[in-house]
């Protein structure tokens, strides 16, 4: 059974930066993909960026090109987001995800495993 454990959330101000992080266990972490979603209170959960087991391909969100990067570890089992020149409207519960396959999903339903999601909050 695949267990996520995000951390890294917190308070942080507008233009600030904050590193995620995703501890992966229960099977092996190479052969999954992994994804970062978000959801903001009264929205729905919204992509924020994939990446594929190998960690030589990454996607992204529209919103968050250019400000978050995703990379993995794949020695230490866990997936980071970093997130800077952070918005207030970057605030939400921040999830990982995970799925067995060798492509980049950037949909929910095609990920089996999720986080119990970090809390980030941009203050301006």
């Known amino acids: 059974q695949v267990q996520l454990i995000e951390s890294g959330g917190g308070l942080v101000q507008a233009g600030g930066s904050l590193t995620l992080s995703c501890e992966f266990s229960?099977?092996?972490?190479?052969?999954?993909?992994m994804g970062w979603f978000r959801q903001a209170p009264g929205k729905e959960h919204e992509f924020v960026a994939g990446?594929?087991?190998?960690?030589?391909?990454?996607v992204y969100g529209d919103s968050m090109k250019g400000r978050f990067t995703i990379s993995r570890d794949n020695a230490k089992n866990t997936v980071y987001l970093q997130m800077n020149s952070l918005k207030p409207e970057d605030t939400a519960v921040y999830y990982c995800?995970?799925?067995?396959?060798?492509?980049?999903?950037?949909?929910?339903?095609?990920?089996?495993?999720w986080g119990q999601g970090t809390q980030v909050t941009v203050s301006s």
């Open positions: 990446i594929k087991g190998s960690g030589d391909n990454t």
């Open positions: 229960g099977r092996t972490f190479s052969s999954y993909a």
């Open positions: 995800a995970a799925v067995g396959a060798t492509v980049v999903f950037t949909t929910t339903f095609r990920y089996d495993y």
